[in-house]
């Protein structure tokens, strides 16, 4: 079953002299339950398309289908709570609010749909062991490391079920260690059933999805699929391989 | 580092930090130049020669404007400090040592305070020198002879020198923050936030008790000289209790408040944490902005008061608008001759009788007495007890100065008093006679600053019955007493005559008699020139603590606005829609404009009675009087305080949405 839908997508951005073309003619789609990871170099308009499917900014052309509804038509109006419904994000510099513990930063989407705090407990209770966040729950945010920040940061992404999980460089900004927690973490929650796309230009971090996509001056280039018995190393190989000839394609 | 790099290091910053410099050496200049003319008051001649304690009063809040200025200063400088720390990391990164850096910040704030001392003191001298003009111009028939506006070099050594510690503090205080981290923790200051602060019981306890007893003192202390110096006391209590309540008790409340079921609404939510979130600074700006809206409140309704009695007291010492008085001492034989002669002077004085409106004739008899219960005695150098003043009138004058139509039995007379806690008795005995009392409002003239009692006796029978038995003084040496005396007078209105040469007219006819003569408009203007120059202050003080609270309130949302804005990009992108944010800190900023508001007119309210005593020092008689003054200021400050909230909200609004 198919969750995402890129059709024909484009982005330019203008200023008063130059014209970017951010995107042009972003094709693809995501079934349920997959884990997709997006690579190309800075510029290569990684952020942008993601940015585009979390509706945090407007194609130009194109139209986006999230479980077959046309996100790019959305009212202002719908688009929070279409957000907090369907989607949830993992950001690089994890966005987490100092005002709130840990633990409220998890409910605040929750809050925000006005679920009832008894289901709200409810709910964390499920997420918390899995993800190592018990002990740091009533810490608040500049009290806890980075890898600890980011794991509250997919629990809050994670808490309200979403169709989509994104994650913009979710481990950019975190050491080798914490990475490789982080990374696990997202694969844990995918074999629960979770679609992610993951947005990156580390391999170590493709390595850990099912599916990458490359993408070079605005366009999908390239995509490989993991297979079934390979191993992390091999597939992590690939990528390399892939971007390799991407790059060499350039000279 | 040599002195030249560093001071190019710091012209650089200066240049390249204009944004956040040049609101605050606006918003700061602004505040000294108010502490500045402030200052210069207190040795002003009005407020040197008029009252011994006025200096005191305007002494008073010099220390208090003082205060508010460093308090202003230390929020500011900390807003500018925090949005350079990455600044400053990124120096110590790039290979600056410490110490270099406190010598490129000492020059920076060096410069900074150097501009914002030059502002002050020629900016308070021109800015008060223009207040004074206009509010010269605008109160010349009120506020008695023209107030100067001299440059003043204590003014200005004072400015200089709360300058000069403000800027030592900022400097001592920066170097330390720098000495003590490390780059990574500078960089890491800006974004974090300042901490859930912890709900401080160490703070709450002395804080109520500083409320309790600045109340208690307010609240308890009777007597007008002894209100002045309890005053000051109740009102430094209130101060600290103010900071240390919103410190305290605010964090405690939104604590709570945190713990209930309800606290996971969205704007309940958001709210809460918000609020707890920034409340150490909120708690020190807010505790501002209430003391200083109390003090313009108080300021305000004190002055509007005292100007309101300027004018009951010219025209109930004269009832009419002229007066003219026998010397003579009056009893049965001569008392038609005297009131002949005085009404014939007052037709003298025009050509047609009936420019004579409204005039009457009436006796006076003024003795000390001693009261004991409800008995009033002779008071002589042998008697004990403090002596109050008796002042009679006769009945048919009251009558016909009042156009009322009381009718008195022998054993019955009219009493009212000056001071309301006083007029508590049915029957006054004086001598062998005891009559019954009725109340009526009071006609004391208000140039009576002690404790007066005055009947309305029947006739000139009784009022000679009462100087007998009344005796005053002839002479206190030889402790020799007599018949207190009794004197006519007549008072009138004019119409249709100049005032000017009318009354001038009126002296030339009187003179000869020894009449004595009283003409309300000059006795209004006498009044002014006494009392006119507080109208003058009041206001001044008034728009000092107004800019004050103005400049508070500003700076408050335009720093908040700037803390906030990257705080509500994140809640966008969780999921936050553009209507709850703007309801959030809608209800936020609600919560903020009625908490200071409120605590400033309990305040008020409280102060309210020591304050009503110290009016009594400018003969302010009547406690609805000061009342209702003070809630006419209240409203229109209410009003004020909105427009500024409502367009201060509006510059937070746009930063936050920028």
């Known amino acids: ?251 | 580092m040599n002195f030249s790099m560093a001071r190019k290091f710091a012209f650089r910053n200066l240049k390249a930090n204009r944004v956040l410099e040049v609101p605050f050496i606006l918003s700061s200049g602004l505040m000294f130049i108010l502490f500045n003319i402030m200052a210069s008051l207190y040795n002003n001649e009005y407020v040197q020669t008029r009252h011994s304690s006025l200096a005191m009063i305007i002494g008073f809040g010099i220390v208090l404007t003082g205060l508010f200025t460093f308090i202003f200063g230390v929020y500011t400088t900390n807003f500018l400090l925090k949005r350079r720390n990455k600044e400053f990391a990124l120096y110590g990164v790039l290979g600056l040592e410490k110490r270099h850096i406190r010598k490129i910040i000492s020059i920076e704030f060096f410069i900074l305070f150097a501009i914002v001392g030059a502002m002050a003191i020629v900016g308070g001298y021109v800015f008060g020198q223009l207040t004074f003009l206009i509010l010269n111009r605008l109160l010349k028939d009120v506020a008695g002879g023209v107030m100067d506006y001299p440059f003043d070099f204590m003014a200005m050594g004072v400015t200089l020198l709360l300058l000069f510690a403000m800027y030592v503090f900022t400097v001592l205080r920066s170097s330390f923050r720098i000495y003590l981290s490390t780059p990574v923790q500078l960089l890491g200051k800006h974004h974090s936030g300042e901490g859930e602060p912890k709900s401080r019981f160490m703070l709450m306890m002395p804080g109520l008790a500083a409320l309790i007893g600045g109340y208690y003192i307010a609240l308890t202390t009777k007597g007008i000289l002894s209100s002045l110096f309890l005053f000051f006391g109740a009102a430094i209590l209130v101060i600290i209790a103010t900071y240390l309540l919103y410190v305290s008790l605010s964090v405690f409340m939104l604590k709570l408040q945190k713990k209930r079921e309800s606290y996971y609404t969205p704007t309940k939510f958001l709210k809460i944490s918000g609020l707890l979130h920034r409340m150490k600074s909120n708690a020190v700006s807010l505790a501002s902005i209430s003391i200083l809206s109390a003090g313009v409140i108080v300021a305000l309704s004190v002055t509007s008061t005292i100007y309101s009695t300027i004018e009951n007291t010219a025209s109930n010492t004269v009832p009419r608008q002229y007066q003219i008085e026998s010397p003579e001492h009056i009893d049965q034989s001569n008392y038609k001759a005297v009131t002949k002669e005085l009404n014939d002077t007052v037709r003298s004085t025009v050509d047609d009788s009936s420019k004579i409106t409204n005039d009457f004739s009436m006796l006076k008899m003024m003795a000390p007495v001693v009261r004991v219960n409800d008995e009033f005695k002779m008071y002589s150098a042998k008697t004990s007890g403090l002596p109050n003043f008796l002042l009679a009138y006769d009945l048919e004058g009251y009558n016909a100065r009042t156009n009322s139509n009381i009718q008195l039995s022998d054993d019955e007379l009219l009493l009212c008093v000056n001071q309301n806690n006083m007029a508590d008795m049915k029957n006054l005995t004086i001598g062998n006679r005891t009559f019954k009392v009725k109340n009526i409002e009071n006609i004391v003239p208000s140039n009576f600053a002690v404790e007066v009692y005055c009947v309305v006796v029947k006739d000139l029978d009784t009022m000679e019955y009462l100087s007998k038995t009344l005796q005053s003084a002839a002479n206190v040496k030889s402790a020799t007493y007599e018949n207190s005396p009794i004197t006519a007078a007549v008072s009138w209105d004019a119409k249709g005559v100049s005032e000017k040469s009318y009354s001038d007219v009126v002296k030339n006819i009187a003179d000869p008699n020894d009449y004595d003569v009283s003409v309300r408009a000059e006795n209004l203007k006498l009044v002014y020139g006494l009392n006119g120059g507080f109208l003058f202050l009041g206001i001044v003080i008034g728009l000092i603590f107004l800019t004050g609270t103005i400049l508070i309130t500003y700076y408050k949302q335009i720093s908040e606005g700037y803390e906030d804005r990257s705080k509500y990009q994140t809640m966008k992108k969780v999921g936050l829609s553009d209507k709850l944010i703007k309801k959030t800190s809608a209800s936020q900023i609600v919560w903020m404009f009625f908490a200071p508001l409120a605590v400033a007119a309990i305040h008020c309210m409280v102060a309210s009675k020591i304050v009503y005593q110290l009016l009594g020092l400018f003969a302010v008689k009547n406690f609805m009087e000061y009342g209702k003054f003070f809630f006419i200021v209240l409203a229109i400050f209410f009003i004020i305080y909105f427009v500024i909230f409502k367009i201060t909200s509006r510059a937070y609004y746009k930063i936050v949405q920028g």
């Open chain 1, 1 to 251: 079953m198919t969750i995402l839908e890129l059709k024909n997508v484009k982005k330019v951005y203008e200023t008063k002299n130059v014209t970017t073309e951010a995107l042009n003619e972003i094709n693809f789609s995501v079934k349920k339950g997959e884990f997709i990871s997006i690579m190309g170099e800075s510029g290569a308009g990684k952020t942008t398309l993601l940015n585009i499917i979390a509706t945090l900014d407007k194609a130009t052309a194109g139209t986006v289908l999230l479980n077959g509804q046309d996100i790019t038509a959305l009212q202002d109006k719908e688009i929070s709570k279409f957000r907090r419904k369907e989607l949830g994000f993992v950001f690089q510099d994890f966005n987490l609010l100092d005002q709130f513990s840990n633990k409220d930063n998890i409910f605040l989407p929750l809050v925000l749909s006005e679920i009832e705090p008894t289901d709200m407990k409810l709910r964390l209770e499920k997420l918390q062991s899995s993800l190592g966040i018990e002990e740091i729950l009533e810490k608040y945010p500049y009290e806890v490391s980075g890898g600890q920040k980011q794991r509250v940061a997919i629990a809050r992404a994670a808490i309200t079920g979403p169709s989509l999980l994104l994650a913009d460089e979710p481990t950019g900004a975190l050491d080798s260690a914490a990475s490789e927690a982080i990374l696990n973490l997202f694969n844990k929650i995918n074999e629960k059933g979770q679609t992610v796309l993951m947005v990156t230009h580390s391999l170590r971090a493709s390595s850990y999805a099912k599916r990458v996509l490359f993408i070079k001056d605005g366009i999908v280039y390239h995509e490989i699929y993991r297979g079934e018995n390979e191993s992390r190393g091999e597939f992590m190989e690939r990528i390399n391989q892939a971007q390799f000839m991407l790059n060499r394609g350039d000279k």
